[in-house]
């Protein structure tokens, strides 16, 4: 009987542990789908610079108007502050939002340190520098760092990592992550009464003495002694080449702090390798937000969904999100919705807006209700 009775017993347990395990793989199985659906939602960013005049208070109502209206994640200009960040990284998290560091990368408009060190700043085929405010590209906050400079770089890497260290932050975001424009965006020419038919000298960048003696090092040969430049492509690949190690540092020193890497970025790798020296596809990075500005091209609005589609293209089979960036100042409500969809029928992870602070009531709903 005592027999029977224990082989009643191991029965009894084993169907108990079965069922146990049935129900935690189901809630295993449970948890797994609510993170798969987490990650596979489509994302709503908002570019956002911020200071410290505004109050918590409001700062509080705009992320709260962000989240009411679809948003899911701010991207937090603080001027590479830490200390501002760390501020207003709980207030928009409380409102459930995502945030995500962005700074200005290799331009370094207004950077206190960086002024104290000329021989940090790239300078053209021309031999104009862009530290004198004279000399710079295009505009005045022009201000661009050469990669290729040891302390420049090492700078550069210092903010990011300052940035990383903020409790709460998802990702340092990169912006301007670049060599100057070699080639404007054909929409902004008139603005600068220009004509940019080749690389012409002004507009061609690095040249300066860090740059050249890492490149001569490497290659045994001085662009700056080139009849033609442009079509030395050990030339160009060196300083594409300084553009991504540059982002492999920032890479590494992020997820050391546990946190993603994402970049705003031309909108899509063979157009920023020809306009700004930044072929992203290649990159060591976790997101990339192309900014698919087709006006700023001449281009029609279906120009969002081929960009998009030609840098999901050019991304295939790497562990990198692509959301399109949208400028929101040329779009109308209609054009907005079309646009949102584009971006999701070319295999875009989400969409982000430049900016939310122009945005209008009727470009608001029209994000609202696309979410849902």
Not at 29 to 44: R, W
Not at 83 to 106: C, D, N, Q, S, Y
Not at 278 to 297: A, C, E, G, S, T
Not at 323 to 346: F, V
Request: charged share 25%; proline share 5%.
């Amino acid at each position: 009987m005592k027999l029977v009775k224990f082989f009643f017993g191991i029965v009894f347990l084993s169907i108990m542990t079965c069922n146990h395990g049935v129900e935690k793989k189901a809630e295993v199985n449970e948890i797994a789908s609510i993170v798969d659906n987490s990650e596979s939602k489509f994302k709503y960013w908002s570019w956002m610079t911020v200071g410290n005049k505004k109050s918590d208070s409001a700062y509080t109502a705009h992320f709260n108007k962000l989240k009411n209206n679809g948003f899911d994640a701010v991207l937090l200009n603080t001027g590479a502050d830490p200390i501002l960040l760390k501020r207003l990284t709980p207030i928009a998290t409380k409102a459930g939002l995502e945030v995500h560091a962005w700074m200005f990368t290799t331009n370094r408009p207004g950077d206190s340190i960086a002024l104290k060190h000329p021989e940090w700043y790239m300078v053209s085929r021309s031999g104009k520098s862009c530290f004198k405010k004279e000399e710079r590209p295009y505009v005045g906050y022009y201000q661009w760092l050469s990669p290729s400079h040891p302390e420049a770089k090492k700078h550069i890497l210092s903010l990011v990592e300052g940035l990383a260290e903020v409790e709460g932050v998802a990702s340092v975001h990169l912006d301007y992550i670049r060599y100057p424009d070699v080639y404007l965006p054909i929409g902004l020419l008139p603005k600068y009464d220009l004509e940019q038919e080749e690389e012409l000298p002004d507009y061609d960048f690095d040249y300066s003495d860090a740059s050249v003696e890492k490149f001569i090092k490497l290659h045994h040969k001085d662009p700056r002694k080139m009849k033609n430049p442009s079509i030395d492509m050990e030339w160009k690949n060196f300083r594409i080449n300084e553009i991504k190690s540059l982002v492999g540092e920032a890479y590494n020193i992020v997820h050391q702090h546990n946190k993603k890497l994402s970049a705003a970025v031309f909108p899509y790798p063979e157009m920023a390798d020809h306009m700004v020296r930044q072929r992203w596809d290649k990159w060591k990075i976790d997101m990339v937000l192309p900014m698919i500005y087709y006006n700023f091209y001449n281009e029609e609005l279906d120009w969002i969904g081929y960009a998009t589609a030609q840098g999901i293209q050019d991304l295939e089979d790497k562990p990198v999100e692509l959301h399109t960036g949208l400028y929101t100042p040329k779009l109308t409500p209609e054009d907005l919705k079309s646009a949102i969809q584009m971006a999701k029928d070319n295999g875009a992870k989400g969409v982000a807006f430049f900016d939310d602070y122009s945005m209008t009531n009727e470009q608001f709903e029209i994000i609202k209700a696309s979410k849902e």
